[in-house]
Every structure is written in C-alpha cells, then in structure tokens.
C-alpha cells in the first residue's frame, strides 16, 4: 500500500475571545493509502469536520505535520499542485450548489478556473454527469429541479471534474432518505473502483461508514480514540466509547436485547477535563483516569486506542 | 381487544394550496390507536408522516390547507370539527406534541422554569409557586441532574439533548393521554439518541400514555414502536406489529427500505437501493405511487391505484399482486 495521506499531531486550535482558546482537534494522527478509505466518526464537536477541512487546505494547522502525496506540507499553506489533486463533498448538496446557476456551469466551473477551453468543458460535463449516472441533459437544468440525492450526485460530479486523487466527504448522506443514501454511497464505491481514489469520509455513526469503509477511526472531544481496520473495529472494539457508540446506533431489529444508554454528554473542549475526556461517562474509569491522559497505543498493527484499559 | 380505541383516523385526506393549484399531501390515511400503544410512524420526505400527526392537532396554517376530510375521533369526539376553544384543551392538555428541533420550539428569552409554568397556569390553573415546584419536579422526571438550578436557565445554556429534555418535560406537564413525538431524536447525537428514546420508553410506561413516533430511521421504530404504519408517497402503503414488519415485511417498498438500511452488526459491501426517486408531491402517477421504482411492477400496477388490503392476522399492505399470492389458495 501507497500512503498518499499521512498526518501526524495535527492540532488545530480557536481564539474564541477574552483570552480563551479552543482545541478543536488535538494531536490527530493517521495515514490513508491510495485506492483507500478512513472512516471518520465522530459526534458533534469531535473535531471531525475541522479535520477535513484541514486536510483539504480550506484552514491552517495549528501543529502537527501533513504529508500529502509524498510532500510535507509547511507553513500552514497548501501548495496549488498538490491542492488540485484533492476535493470536497458537502453535507448539504443544495448549500454547496449555486441555485441561479445552471448545473453544467457548476460543474464547469472549476474547468473554467483551471483554464480549460468551451468546448472541452463542454465535453467533460457531458463525461462528468454521465459518470455520476445523470442524464446529459441536466447540464442545461438548475439545482432545484433535482431532488437531493440527485443534487449530491452534481456535488460528485463537480468534485471529480479536475480528475483529483483525493476526496474529503463530509458527511455526504446524513441529509439523504434512507432510499438514497444507498444510491450515493454504491456510487462512490463505484468511482473508487474505477479511479483508485482515495476518501476521507466523515460521519456521525458507526453505520453509514462500515459499507465503505477500509480503516476505521473513531474521535472523541477532538482526540482519537481508536483507529484499525475495518473488521477490527467491528468485531473487537477497544475503547469503551467505540463500544458505546456501536451499541447507540439503533438497529432495524426489534427483538434485539435492550441495554442501557450510556449517560452525560461530550464535554466541552472549551474546558477540557484533565485525563481522559471520556472518563466521567466511563463505565470503567478510575482515579487514573481523570488526571492521567491515556496514550494512543499500538495493540495490532494497525490497531490502535487511547484507553488505559484497552 | 374490544376496547374503543383512544384516537381513530378515518380515511384522512389534506391537501394544501400549491403554485399550481391543491396539492394533495395525505390521502385516506387512516388507523386506531388504543390506550396505552406505541405506533410508529415511517417514511421519508415527503411520505405525509409529519402531515398525518400535525392534522391530528389541526397545526396547519388555516390560508394554505384545504379543509381536511373525514374523521379524527378521539375519545369519541371528532377533532377536525371541534370548536377552536374545546380543541385548545385537547391541545397540550390531553394531547402533547413534540419536534425535532428543540431549539426552534423553545423561547429563547424565556427560562426553562417560564416555559414549564406556563402550560401548567394554562391547563391546571397552577398558582406561581406551585407550577414551580411542579417544574422542578418535571425536570427530575426527564432526568434533568440539578434541576433547581437548571430550572432557571435559558435554552441557548443547554445542549441540544437537555432542550429535547425540557421539550418533553413540557409535553408531559400535564399528564397527556397521547404525546405525539415527529422526528425527536433525528437532530441528536446518535448516544443522546439512545438516551432520549430510552426516557421516551421510560415516561410512556410510567405515565401510561400513548405515542406516536414519528421517524424516518427504521431502526428507531424498531427499537421503539409496537406497531408500524409505511408511508409512501400521501399514503399508508402497509401496517404491521413491529415484529411482523421487520420480520416479514409485505410491500416491496418496505422490503427495499429495510435492506437499504446501513448494517452497523454486519458486513454489506454494497447496499441494496431502491432505484429511482421520492416522486413529488404534485407528479402525477397513475396506479400505484411506488410502481415506477418497484421491480416486481406488472400491468395493473400501472393501471389502477391499489387499496390497502387486509393480509390477516391485523396486517394490511396496498399491493394486490404480493396480498393475492399470499391468500391464494
């Protein structure tokens, strides 16, 4: 396996006024390989989202080091070559899409930007939608005439125009019906097949990801908590929160044994507990815990959790 | 049962003013609930789940729905031609609604103590401090930790899990016999999530009321529902208890809906979907609404809009061709 993506401490941190700063992602580390997937799962304010946004060169780094495609990524700036090899797909198809512009000029529109002629924008469109499974007629239509799993298949197709070897997808069927969502993820495994490219791809639960999904990690209050393949993670979690948010994700199943909910709520990383952050909703934690932060620790390859107890 | 059921819907149909004209969001829904039931309720956009529970309370704005037909009877008097006044003591007294979004449904310049107070001085005739005392005791009730304190907060100081706290602490102020909850889990995070539904679980049996839940995510209405309606499209497409539905579902819409579903307890390489799209409220499809994504369609589908047929054993399900072979002999 290539390592196309190799990020290590990343940190990223917010003056929020009077002084008080906010770590919205602490010390992050993993590596995706080319033709891979990192399923990244988080609840809100996990530090998920910035992650990506990281990556992708949307804001700086605070710390930490970022090697995209071999190259190590300095200074907080994203070099133009290497930005151009890499994309992002919203959450929200109709935020992302500019509704008085035709979806051909959308989807053009980082063409045009690159310098590419009319006529072969033209033709790379008519590619692009075809790839994504719309018909070649809806270049010339707008947004609001698509329903929304239609609309994320024109963030693909746009996201795809500059042929980029790396996709950042943020949460890209959360707004989705059930029945869509399949549609969208099925094309994505689709067009990883047939360009080799490589997702980053963010969620909200353990679900979604483990269809698409090569590697797993999980974050929690801006730390990773656990991180392995993906067979691992599902069938023998280490960390106390991955099993939690496992056994949260209700499941179509009504005779499955009820247990109970884990209780409180993430902390805030404005005032982030000493030790663990998890260790007041714990079911295992100890003195240890709350003043001694557990380490990342390697327990397979591949294989790794920030628990005292994993 | 021979019981008379707590609320009956009888053939329901909406239809709100449209661009083009009415536009017809629900058409002849219609079910029992009895005393005591969890019914759950789903479908995706534009199903008219969310129609079907605002109607029970006439929540729809007078100037864009047309006068709803049929019948909502609860307790034996029919909701939808109730006088306003009658109806306003149904509403939030008898019957209590909550929503997804906590916040939006919460005054933002008002306390959390205001807010509670303020159904109980409207239904009970509660004096100042005893609709307090009552508050706090809501707030202990949906498991608020430190509740004389919180009660004095204002929304925006709570998490998103605390405000769907205070949302049902609200609902159930006064003792409701049905709450009606649409989509209150969907903004949460997936661990509040487990929490919410397992104080829903916890407040229906200690209260004894009825709830529909409303919800787009089938593994909620499994986890939660004793019996199910689909809705596809405006209409029921079927009816089961919750074990049946999942067990052995019976419309091929929810056979697609349940195998699309994203396993988090297997490994599914590539979900099955449901080609094509959710039709649009104001497309016209002749014949069944599903058949054009439906892959066992034939020529009567296509023909003649199926009823909701009875499949024995209380289950109902609209489509003939699936009901046929199954009480063929």
Request: charged residues 25%.
């Amino acid at each position: 396996m290539s390592v196309i993506i190799d990020v290590r401490g990343l940190t990223k941190e917010f003056a929020v006024g009077q002084g008080k700063i906010l770590r919205a992602v602490d010390g992050v580390e993993f590596e995706i390989g080319a033709g891979e997937t990192l399923g990244l799962v988080g609840e809100s304010g996990s530090g998920k989202s910035t992650t990506g946004r990281i990556l992708i060169g949307l804001i700086p780094a605070t710390a930490g080091s970022i090697t995209l495609f071999g190259r190590m990524i300095t200074g907080g700036r994203m070099p133009p070559d290497i930005r151009r090899r890499m994309q992002f797909v919203f959450q929200d198809p109709s935020g992302a899409l500019n509704p008085r512009m035709r979806v051909g000029d959308s989807i053009a529109e980082p063409l045009a930007i690159a310098g590419e002629s009319r006529r072969a924008r033209q033709d790379r469109v008519a590619e692009l939608l075809e790839m994504v499974g719309l018909p070649r007629a809806s270049a010339e239509r707008y947004p609001h005439e698509f329903s929304g799993g239609q609309r994320q298949r024109i963030g693909i197709a746009r996201a795809l125009a500059l042929r980029p070897e790396f996709i950042v997808c943020d949460e890209p069927v959360s707004a989705l019906d059930v029945s869509m969502q399949a549609q969208v993820v099925n094309l994505l495994l689709d067009l990883q097949e047939k360009f080799g490219l490589s997702y980053l791809f963010i969620a909200h639960d353990l679900a979604v990801v483990r269809s698409i999904s090569t590697q797993v990690a999980v974050m929690y209050a801006g730390r990773l908590v656990e991180i392995a393949p993906r067979r691992q993670l599902y069938d023998s979690p280490r960390h106390p929160y991955t099993r939690a948010l496992l056994a949260a994700v209700p499941r179509p199943d009504p005779d499955r044994p009820r247990e109970r909910a884990l209780g409180g709520e993430i902390p805030s990383v404005l005032d982030p507990p000493a030790g663990c952050a998890f260790a007041a909703r714990c079911p295992l934690a100890e003195d240890r815990c709350r003043v001694e932060r557990p380490a990342l620790r390697e327990l397979a390859t591949g294989h790794r959790a920030a628990c005292h107890f994993a | 049962m021979s019981a008379a059921p707590l609320l009956s819907v009888q053939d329901l149909t909406v239809r709100f003013r449209a661009d083009s004209g009415w536009m017809t969001a629900i058409e002849e829904v219609g079910f029992d609930l009895m005393q005591g039931e969890n019914l759950g309720i789903v479908g995706e956009s534009g199903s008219g789940k969310s129609v079907t529970a605002l109607s029970i309370l006439r929540l729809h704005a007078r100037t864009t729905t047309a006068i709803p037909k049929g019948r909502i009877l609860y307790d034996g008097r029919d909701l939808l031609t109730m006088p306003e006044r009658e109806l306003r003591a149904v509403r939030g007294g008898e019957i209590a609604m909550i929503f997804q979004d906590p916040m939006s449904s919460l005054n933002p310049v008002l306390t959390v103590a205001d807010q509670i107070t303020e159904t109980l001085r409207l239904h009970q005739n509660l004096d100042a401090a005893a609709a307090r005392k009552r508050a706090i005791e809501l707030l202990d009730l949906v498991r608020i930790a430190d509740a004389p304190r919180r009660v004095d907060e204002y929304p925006h100081r709570l998490s998103g899990g605390m405000r769907q706290r205070v949302m049902i602490a609200i609902a159930i102020a006064c003792r409701p016999k049905l709450l009606i909850a649409d989509e209150p889990t969907t903004a949460l995070d997936v661990t509040i999530q487990a929490q919410i539904l397992e104080l829903l679980r916890d407040l229906q049996a200690e209260l004894g009321m009825s709830v529909i839940l409303i919800s787009h995510d089938l593994g909620v209405i499994a986890e939660f529902a004793q019996r199910v309606l689909v809705m596809y499209a405006g209409r029921i497409v079927e009816q089961a208890s919750v074990r049946q539905l999942f067990r052995k579902p019976l419309h091929p819409y929810t056979d697609g809906l349940l195998a699309a579903v994203p396993r988090v307890d297997a490994d599914v390489h590539r979900l099955p979907a449901i080609p094509g799209s959710i039709p649009d409220p104001n497309e016209m499809i002749a014949g069944c609404r599903f058949s054009p994504r439906c892959l066992e369609a034939i020529a009567s589908c296509r023909a003649q809009a199926p009823a909701l047929l009875d499949a024995g054993e209380g289950r109902r399900a609209r489509c003939p061709p699936r009901i046929g072979s199954l009480t063929a002999p």
